[in-house]
């Protein structure tokens, strides 16, 4: 089988690997890829990875590879490919490719969308409203007190959510981004949510249509500095699994969740094959959904596939046939840790092209896998090309021992400026 991965970060890295591993797979490419996905090699031909220099948003030059290279499978990692509708684009053309259609993606690209199905399906949520208004939207966050989460409605970079503590602060957030139209057109709607208080999860289920398989919870952590301070970012960190639901919580809040997510999902014509990433925060009150992505997270996917013991091609395969129901998802006990290490300055701006050393080193060590993000490869030297530069992850018994492994395999790693929170995993314990 020939597969195509769409994409260049780690989370993409951490699919390649896996699905690298799959005894049915004979050819690689990754588009546009990274200096990591590079060194991949098939396991069955031991056939290198190779890279493509297409942008994961240029559809027709995806499509002509995909057709060129006579690819079997296509597997697409980020959100705006599937927003922009890659999925249907390849299924007109006859081809095999796994990632949610364009209408289900609609979940990652519109908040107010997935805020109004979340009410009308019984989904379990925060107390919100949508608003085209600026006057009402105003009017709203009184009705909260002003203790409340603005959010643009379209994709923002992850940047589109304001937090505020009192009326003033609310009203300068709804002013910011439907006046000032500091997103662009992704603020012409919002959703406003009261503000939740909890334990933030983010919770994965493999969807086929009709079944949701879940997997077992992870912890990113967005903020840049330790003890969750400084800006948000795409993600510093991850494990698996998290204290905070025990199997029974867990199988209840697919219950809860899933369910009537599927159910509303056939209701409204809308063929969810795909991944469903809700972020949920564990409240007093139960588990509350605040957003779904239709996307494998980044970096939670580089724990989850360390964990994994399905061959994800069958796993991937099954979810766009419809046939997932008979898989059975099986998971190591093993804990997993993914430190990301990124540029000096990053969710700023930050320096490129710093010399990355120590990455055999750090691999060398058991049970550990140095994953790539953005780097790439010049005059033979892997270097810095991203603010997320690496995803150094690794295994253990437990939660404990995952974090003391990743971060020996993080002290191996040397660039210039290289920035990294020390307190991933902190508080599992
Ligand atoms: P979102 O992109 O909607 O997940 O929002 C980004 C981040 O903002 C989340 O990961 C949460 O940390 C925070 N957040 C979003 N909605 C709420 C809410 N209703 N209450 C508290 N925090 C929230
Ligand atoms: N881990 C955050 C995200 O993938 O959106």
Redesign the pocket.
Known sequence: MKILVIGSGGREHALVWKLAQSPLVTEMWCAPGNAGIAQERTKKTEKPVECANIGAEDLPGLLALAQEKRVDFTVVGPDNPLALGIVDLFQKHGLKIWGVNQKAAQFESS?VFSQKFMEKHGIPT?L?GTFSDVTAAKRFCATLGGK??V?ADGLAL?K??L?CLNQTMAEKAVDEIMVGKAFGAAGANVVI?????GI?VSMHALCDGKTAKIFPTSQ?H?RALDGDRGL?TGGMGTYSPTPFLTDAELAETARTVLEPFMRGCVAEGIDYRGLLYP?V?LTKSGP?I??FNARFGDPETQVYLTRLENDLVELLDASASGTLAKQELKWSPLASVCVVMASGGYPGSYPKGKVITGLAAANALPHTKVFHAGTALRDGQIVTNGGRVLGVTALGTDVKAAQAAAYAAVEQIRFEGAQFRRDIAAKAF
């Open positions: 908040k925060a919100a409340c989460v959010k992850g589109g959510v937090m949510q009261e503000f939740l208080e933030e990113d967005k948000n972020g925060m509350k605040l957003e």
